[in-house]
């Protein structure tokens, strides 16, 4: 989710080592090779780049739109194809802009809803259909200064017990009338950043790796750094925070581009 009145809220989306390790392991210890990713968000978005991580250490983009445009968005096909190990971890990053809104910005189907996505075309094709990070809701609740919710939990939204002003509330009504300021919105941000994420972590069809519900810190890594002489397209200050706005990292395998390979 993104709060209303901010001109720059950043999340991120993360395929972990984790799930990309069992998944290749299993198929493709020697790795899959990347030649497209699409670049995906709503009419908030702003933002979006596709980051590489390698043991720890980032390598060149694998792809970026400093101008998104909800309504022209298309594959970016690679100079290089990229091969994506197992260790490798891929961060997807959007930047959102909600200054003309006073409400909430959640994550949905909608265009008035927001996602964080990147689609990676590659080959050969792997039993892996979506890799992905939720921020933990509890430590969410915390900020807003949620004390208790009932247990068990038997429904989403999960329904908060205490305080009083936040009794019988869901998860969504809570958010909705806090009272959001861009001071809080910037906090929220930067808090988020460093929750546990909750790896999503499934193949294709149906069925999960063991990885998959698992809760995990946020990877960190060492950021890429410019060769000698080499020229690329600045791109804007993101910020390192990250947002509950659904965050996927989906990993989509063409078949008959596999095939034709």
Wanted: with cysteine; proline share 6%.
């Amino acid at each position: 989710m993104v709060p209303p009145g901010m001109p720059a809220f950043s999340s991120e989306g993360h395929c972990t080592v984790e799930c990309l390790e069992e998944a290749l392991n299993y198929e493709k210890p020697d790795g899959i090779h990347v030649f497209a990713v699409l670049l995906h968000a709503h009419q908030a978005g702003h933002v979006l780049r596709a980051r590489h991580f390698r043991k720890g250490v980032e390598q060149k983009l694998l792809a970026y739109d400093n101008e998104f445009d909800f309504n022209f968005q298309e594959f970016q096909y690679l100079d290089e194809e990229r091969t994506i190990l197992p260790g490798d971890n891929i961060i997807t990053e959007c930047q959102y802009n909600t200054k003309s809104r006073s409400t909430m910005t959640w994550g949905g189907l909608s265009a008035r809803d927001e996602m964080c996505l990147s689609y990676l075309m590659y080959y050969p094709k792997i039993n892996l259909a979506r890799c992905e990070s939720i921020p933990e809701i509890k430590e969410q609740l915390q900020f807003i200064g949620v004390k208790e919710i009932y247990r068990p939990v038997t429904s989403w939204p999960l329904i908060i017990k205490s305080p009083k002003r936040y009794n019988n509330l869901t998860f969504t009504e809570a958010m909705n009338i806090f009272q959001w300021s861009r001071k809080k919105g910037n906090a929220f941000n930067e808090r988020v950043r460093k929750m546990p994420i909750n790896v999503r972590c499934s193949k294709h069809e149906s069925g999960e790796w063991s990885i998959h519900g698992m809760l995990i810190s946020p990877p960190e890594g060492k950021s890429y750094t410019l060769e000698e002489n080499e020229c690329v397209s600045p791109l804007p200050s993101l910020s390192s925070c990250s947002t509950t706005t659904v965050r996927n990292l989906v990993i989509a395998a063409c078949t008959l581009i596999h095939k034709m390979l």
